[in-house]
């Protein structure tokens, strides 16, 4: 391969072996995220929400595990208008890459680190008057000229894990104003269980009744949100001022989720962004009896083909995947055999009898007409699919593309550019 941008056919990245586009990715197991789904399901929510709502993009747990600073660039580009993250270590890394996007960590950071969120410009949550009361005394002994410390307002509404209840908004507020160079740039909180209109009803209104109560009081209401992927699939709160897609914008919804009718099109819209990927590093024939992986729990009962792929548990592909999991090799479903390790697990690639070193085996996403998803692998380990996508490890190179154009290469070594954006 040249180092110029390869062109490919989109349901197959140009990746040979260890390289793409002569770079070396080290493994012969990696992840694929097409940012062109991304942008493309970035676009579906707005259609869904429409151009007077805010974005706020969730790219917490490395972006779903997709990679944090490479997906958040997409989504900034295809027109969210923030970032939400869960953790300051992962709002400082944006914010390395990122000068000038909103960004809200979406929980209460060390109270010695408000210096930090201000000099970082990020916006940071007020979930408990205890430690409100401690960020504001440590602010109180740091602040400089030209600094201001961003505060967002989490209220309690039946989720019970953070928040204030709506009685103590206003005096919280309140606290918030009259100290000096703080301001308050957020009112929200999230749902409990989006599929549940009732509840969801319930917890919204007591958002609006917070609202309520700081209009009564006098006070300017800071831009309200509510809505996850879930609340705006399921159309189960309102939209608010701003919405927090999460899983949506990485192609999948909650499983189950009842789509309103609104939304229906849209849902059907979105495109799973990433694909876990494998070139075996063994293709071998046993014969019948034989046992394969730790334990010894899968025993052939014929002459068989197997194909040992370096990927395990320690890549965030679980014990839980089997049994009955598959993989995908020529667009044909192929079963997994033997324990699930720590870096291998094994394929039954006897009825495939050309399968060989050469071939690429996929374990999440799409391959010819199959595909698997992370529903699937999610119900096979009895979890859901946040954790499938974000589990996936940070040893696991990523190729970044946008259909058949590769754009760059994720290894723990760093980031590679490919092509003319090369640097």
């Avoid at 110029?4 to 995220?33: D, H, I, K, Q």
């Avoid at 996850?228 to 990485?250: E, I, K, N, Q």
Wanted: with cysteine; net charge neutral.
């Amino acid at each position: 391969m040249t180092d110029a941008s390869v062109r490919v056919a989109p349901a197959a990245v140009a990746v040979s072996g260890p390289t793409v586009a002569g770079l070396e990715l080290g493994r012969m197991a990696w992840l694929e995220v097409d940012l062109a789904a991304l942008s493309a399901n970035l676009g579906q929510v707005r259609s869904l929400v429409g151009p007077a709502v805010r974005i706020a993009a969730v790219v917490k747990a490395d972006a779903y595990g997709h990679g944090l600073v490479p997906a958040a660039r997409s989504l900034v580009a295809a027109g969210a208008d923030r970032l939400c993250v869960a953790t300051l270590d992962e709002a400082l890394a944006l914010r390395a890459s990122m000068a000038d996007v909103p960004i809200l960590v979406l929980f209460a950071i060390p109270a010695r680190e408000v210096e930090t969120a201000a000099r970082a410009a990020l916006d940071v949550v007020a979930s408990d008057e205890s430690m409100t009361s401690e960020m504001l005394a440590a602010w109180a002994e740091a602040r400089r000229p030209g600094l201001t410390v961003r505060f967002q307002v989490e209220v309690e509404t039946g989720l019970g894990r953070g928040g204030v209840v709506p009685e103590a908004v206003v005096p919280l507020l309140r606290k918030l104003s009259d100290q000096p160079q703080v301001e308050v740039t957020g009112l929200w909180s999230h749902l409990a269980r989006a599929e549940d209109e009732r509840t969801s009803s319930e917890q919204d209104r007591r958002l609006v009744d917070a609202a309520t109560r700081v209009v009564e009081a006098g006070m300017a209401v800071p831009p309200l949100h509510m809505a996850g992927t879930g609340g705006l699939f399921a159309a189960s709160c309102a939209h608010h001022d701003m919405v927090r897609p999460g899983l949506a914008l990485y192609g999948e919804l909650p499983e189950g989720l009842k789509i309103a009718p609104g939304a229906s099109a849209t849902a059907s819209a979105l495109r799973p962004a990433l694909t876990l990927k494998a070139r075996p590093v063994r293709v071998i024939s046993v014969p019948s009896g034989t046992a394969i992986g730790y334990g010894g729990r899968w025993v052939a009962g014929r002459i068989s083909r197997i194909a040992t792929l370096p990927v395990g548990y320690g890549d965030g592909f679980a014990r839980g995947s089997q049994p009955g999991g598959s993989a995908l090799v020529r667009g044909t479903r192929v079963p997994l055999v033997g324990t699930v390790a720590m870096d291998a697990v094994a394929a039954d690639v006897t009825d495939v009898p050309a399968a060989g070193l050469d071939d690429e085996f996929v374990l999440l996403g799409g391959q010819g007409t199959e595909r698997i998803t992370a529903t699937e692998l999610a119900q096979r380990r009895n979890t859901i699919s946040w954790e499938v996508l974000s589990s996936m490890a940070e040893r696991l190179p990523r190729v970044y593309h946008a259909g058949p154009r590769v754009l760059s290469v994720r290894t723990m070594a760093g980031e590679s550019l490919v092509g003319p954006e090369r640097r």
